[in-house]
């Protein structure tokens, strides 16, 4: 039926084909025809937009991971649905980081723990935290007071 418009998905299907199938109707040209198609269900989320440029084989599909997962957005403002990318190309609406997103520039980073080493506190008038005053308490044999004492004096404990 050339002249269907919109297609409106109401079925989840696991097969590529079908879901091609499906939301295709509304896509067979027509000159001036602008095809809608209405995905109550998530299919594009599994399968991708319908219209994307896809490698067919005789050859075995490998399993789905994360990494060949498609990854779909669609507009808080304009309600397009395109692939993820850092704005709507329709309206241009700017959209914030996703968790993954973040998630994956955290894994790029490298995270160093930097420690001052107590070594080099020898006196009170050193130490720059009340963890420092302990510290150096143990390692002079003080009690635990006498870090808590030093602390007060210099305004580290209130």
Request: glycine letters at 6%.
């Amino acid at each position: 039926m050339p002249d269907c418009g919109c297609s409106i998905l109401l079925r989840p299907t696991k097969s590529l084909t079908l879901f091609i199938q499906q939301a295709m109707r509304s896509m067979r040209y027509v000159p001036g025809k602008r095809a809608v198609i209405i995905d109550h269900v998530g299919n594009v989320h599994r399968h991708g937009l319908p219209d994307l440029d896809r490698e067919w084989t005789l050859e075995p599909r490998p399993q789905r991971t994360k990494e060949n997962l498609v990854h779909v957005r669609q507009c808080p403002e304009c309600y397009f649905t395109h692939y993820t990318a850092p704005e709507c190309p329709n309206c241009g609406h700017i959209y914030e980081k996703t968790r993954e997103e973040i998630l994956e520039e955290k894994k790029k980073q490298e995270l160093v723990k930097l420690e001052r080493r107590m070594e080099h506190v020898n006196s009170p008038a050193d130490c720059k935290s009340v963890k420092e005053l302990f510290a150096l308490a143990k390692k002079k044999g003080y009690k635990p007071g006498w870090a808590y004492h030093q602390a007060k004096e210099r305004g580290l404990l209130s």
